[in-house]
């Protein structure tokens, strides 16, 4: 090999060793970057806030009981989350599965991630107290959403009143069968909620009771709010009453579903009235063929962005901002009230109208 050859060699090896170590430098600078982001992802995920200023953000916890019926995910959550993103609060959201214990569980991990305020939607108003008093001893303060907990400290208390749904749905049955055998079909007894709607509907039934003009020929609470549960109540009534059976009250669509469903088994579908509530688009559907007289509806994006709102102010040692209060046992707790209104077949298109974020013409079939 000739000198000039030699040189040349040793200058691409040069090049071929500096290409190297250009590499491997910037392969450590990515992979240097891809571990920042990394964990700025897993920190985003547990909900640890990363604000580089020198005032932290606030975090809330919000509890959903599960996600089984449409309005959790699609309505509370979804408008809860964006109201609080412009209120600069950071948001973990857990779902509980209709399950008592796993939510017990999860107010306990809540806990141990430095949470400011917790918003929780009951699976079981009774066991919630232990959790709410948990959370009191943590100096977390608890939101109740949907449903009041009774007789722990609570600094705000955000739902609809659900004695009013029960007495608005019992009356519009009433005016379409105003006589016969009745079956109420009601909701989980653990939540308040279902307790209330009770309490509501028989307040405008029991008078007819006593005057014989209607007879309640079953009455059950549903676990869970379960479908097949009101299916099987409703056929079980029909069972023991021939089929003579002049109006079904389930206090929720999902009920609903099943109670029409036993009903229809037995060609009565549309025949005799049936009521819900939270207006899902299969319920608008049902009232729209006729097949259901009436759903209660709750305007659930008022309600998650007013729980958002509270949880905001409660976070920062602010009032919350109402003109209501309830008891709870505990003395006056602020109450933000979201108004709940009857969806009819008369009603339908203008509710369409009014509230397209949740149901379209074109999903309804109208």
């Not at 109201?83 to 008592?100: F, G, P, R």
């Not at 001893?137 to 959403?145: E, G, K, S």
């Not at 307040?203 to 009101?230: E, H, M, T, Y």
């Not at 006729?290 to 509806?297: I, K, N, P, T, V």
Request: a neutral charge.
């Amino acid at each position: 090999m000739v000198a000039s050859e030699g040189i040349r060699v040793d200058e691409a090896l040069r090049s071929v060793g500096e290409r190297a170590l250009r590499w491997s430098a910037s392969r450590r600078g990515f992979l240097q970057a891809g571990v920042g982001v990394a964990a700025s992802a897993f920190l985003a995920a547990c909900g640890v806030s990363q604000s580089t200023g020198g005032t932290p953000r606030k975090k809330v916890a919000f509890i959903l009981p599960s996600y089984t019926q449409a309005r959790w995910q699609n309505a509370d959550q979804k408008y809860f989350q964006q109201e609080a993103a412009k209120h600069n609060l950071d948001v973990l959201i857990q779902v509980s599965n209709d399950d008592e214990v796993l939510q017990a569980s999860q107010v306990d991990n809540v806990l141990t991630q430095q949470i400011d305020v917790l918003v929780l939607t009951a699976v079981n108003v009774d066991t919630a107290k232990a959790m709410v008093r948990k959370a009191k001893n943590a100096n977390v303060p608890t939101i109740a959403y949907n449903y009041i907990i009774s007789d722990v400290p609570l600094a705000a208390v955000v739902s609809r009143d659900a004695k009013q749904v029960g007495h608005d749905l019992a009356a519009a049955v009433v005016a379409a069968a105003p006589k016969g055998n009745y079956v109420l079909v009601f909701g989980d007894q653990g939540t308040s909620v279902a307790q209330d709607k009770g309490s509501g509907c028989l307040s405008v039934i029991q008078p007819l009771v006593d005057s014989g003009d209607i007879k309640i020929v079953s009455q059950q609470w549903n676990r869970a709010w379960a479908p097949d549960l009101a299916q099987k109540q409703v056929e079980n009534a029909m069972t023991a009453n021939r089929n003579n059976i002049q109006a079904v009250l389930p206090m929720n669509d999902g009920m609903a579903y099943g109670a029409i469903q036993a009903l229809k088994g037995q060609g009565l579908g549309g025949k005799v009235p049936v009521t819900g509530e939270d207006c899902e688009v299969q319920a608008l559907k049902l009232i729209n063929e006729g097949s259901m007289l009436a759903s209660s509806f709750t305007p659930f994006n008022q309600m998650g962005i007013a729980a958002a709102k509270a949880a905001a102010a409660v976070a920062n040692g602010q009032k919350v901002t109402t003109d209501k209060t309830i008891d709870n046992g505990q003395g006056a707790v602020p109450w933000v009230q979201i108004a709940a209104f009857n969806v009819t077949k008369s009603t339908l298109s203008k509710f369409l109208d009014d509230y397209p974020w949740w149901a379209t013409r074109a999903q309804v079939g109208i």
